[in-house]
């Protein structure tokens, strides 16, 4: 059974075929953060869902391209610019630096590209010509210019597609500049708004004046000119399948850039929202937490992302400290239980067992759109297993080994980093008669301790405080 995935667009479960006739590239856009502020831990949720999205698209062998850009020009950005005195990019690099940091600790791979909304200013203008050109686009009296639901649906497209709209109720000409707008408003919205004081410094020329792009347009640009006019996966939070989602596909499909019968995006998925203690969280109910709020509380990157990654991404999660302390306790049984079986491996590499129940039942679960629930269940039956085997006939190294090797094939996937660990007396003595060896000047005894060290799983790194000895 290969990989299945629920589809917004069918609003059903399809099996995941890429748009690539060899079956092998898959192109995976995910919207990315407003760098505004610092990015808060339901924000993270959908990035760590759509690192877990890319890493097991990488495990079944496909060469997948994750894009994730970022928003660094918006209205919440241009006010938050004018408030603090600051020029565009210096306040929003503070926030970006941040954000990656937070990425890093949270253990998702970097995506492929990372544009910025800025430096794409010319296929954002293109693009509006294009739409102006093809009369979806008009031009309002203060220079700004706007979609045109009516004449993009009088071509033959469906405004709708990610969610059933009423469209009766349009008002045909009806306008929003806001970039978010609720869903009972099914109105034109901005593709280039005209400069206003309030923008300062922040604009850019263009056929229709000083101004700056709306934000659907900005993705909608980037996402095309990277993966192309069609691409296989496009993810984000449920909050953007309306109005972001929709606004990218009718301008994407509007500029009519797509081989004939090719929709702009083969597959949409969003992921579920996270709540704290219940609640959507608010600094006002004082349930508000940013990454660096956690780790500050002393909890791990790698817990939390256990966390997120413990629950199904099409339901909602409800994040609490309690069962952030849960998570510490589960990762701690998979700690110990791998580090018993790297101790009895004895540094033997092995090849996974891709027969292995551990193995099988992990890629059923993952195969049924990425049910992580009953991955983990997968998961902690087999340390279950383990442990009962470890306690009743011990495991021989080489069992080990490849029991090791199923865990980190599938912990390719999940991205628990694993814990530090200290090393045993036994590894460290023999570090430090290599730190004597070398002070004597005995290089052929330090190099066999080195060997000796490296045969057992452990390597020495010297640094400028000393010799450091880990995990090789
Ligand atoms: P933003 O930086 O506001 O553009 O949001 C970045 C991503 O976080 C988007 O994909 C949003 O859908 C997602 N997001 C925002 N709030 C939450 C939340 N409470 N839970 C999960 N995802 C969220
Ligand atoms: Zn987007």
């Excluded at 990656?100 to 909304?117: I, K, S, T, V």
Aim: charged share 30%; with cysteine.
């Amino acid at each position: 059974m290969g990989l299945s995935v629920f589809n917004t667009l069918s609003r059903s479960v399809e099996p995941f075929v890429p748009l690539d006739p060899e079956g092998e590239k898959v192109g995976l856009y995910c919207c990315g953060p407003t760098v505004h502020d610092f990015a808060h831990i339901g924000n993270f949720r959908t990035f760590v869902f759509a690192d877990i999205v890319r890493r097991y698209l990488d495990f079944k062998g496909f060469k997948v391209r994750h894009v994730m850009n970022i928003t660094d020009v918006e209205d919440k950005i241009i006010r938050r610019v004018n408030e603090s005195n600051k020029s565009l990019k210096e306040y929003t690099s503070k926030y970006e630096e941040a954000f990656f940091n937070d990425l890093e600790a949270l253990g998702c791979l970097m995506p492929d590209d990372r544009p910025h909304a800025t430096k794409f200013i010319g296929p954002i203008i293109e693009l509006i010509k294009k739409l102006e050109e093809r009369g979806i686009a008009y031009r309002t009296n203060d220079g700004s210019v706007y979609f045109s639901i009516e004449n993009y649906r009088k071509g033959g497209n469906c405004y709708g597609q990610l969610l059933n709209l009423n469209l009766d109720e349009m008002r045909p000409g009806e306008r929003v500049s806001s970039d978010e707008y609720e869903k009972e408003s099914i109105a034109d919205f901005a593709l280039w708004k005209s400069r206003v004081t309030e923008d300062g410094e922040v604009f850019w020329n263009s056929p229709w004046g000083e101004g700056r792009p709306g934000w659907h347009i900005e993705c909608s640009a980037m996402s095309m000119e990277l993966l192309g006019p069609s691409f296989d996966l496009h993810l984000g939070g449920e909050d953007l399948v309306f109005p972001h989602h929709e606004d990218e596909i009718a301008q994407s499909e509007g500029a009519c850039l797509q081989c004939d019968g090719q929709k702009f995006v083969k597959y949409w998925m969003h992921g579920s929202h996270l709540l704290v203690e219940g609640k959507k969280m608010s600094k006002s109910l004082g349930n508000f937490f940013t990454l660096r709020d956690l780790l500050a509380k002393g909890f791990a990157g790698r817990e939390v992302r256990y966390l997120m990654i413990s629950a199904h991404y099409r339901e909602t999660f409800n994040f609490t400290l309690d069962n952030l302390g849960g998570a510490k306790t589960a990762l701690g049984r998979i700690d110990e239980c791998t580090s018993k079986l790297r101790e009895l491996s004895a540094g033997k590499i092995a090849s996974p067992d891709n027969d292995s129940k551990l193995v099988t039942g992990f890629i059923k679960a993952m195969d049924d759109d990425l049910n992580v629930s009953a991955a983990w269940a997968a998961v902690f039956d087999w340390v279950r297993n383990t442990n009962r085997q470890l306690a009743a006939e011990g495991i021989d190294n080489n069992t080990a080994a490849i029991e090791l090797a199923n865990w980190d094939q599938i912990n390719k996937v999940l991205g628990i980093q694993i814990a530090e660990q200290k090393p045993p007396s036994e590894i460290l003595a023999l570090a430090e008669e290599r730190q004597a060896a070398r002070k004597n000047k005995d290089f052929a005894r330090s190099d066999q301790i080195r060997d000796e060290l490296s045969a057992k799983g452990w390597t020495i790194e010297d640094t400028p405080k000393g010799p450091r000895v880990k995990r090789a």
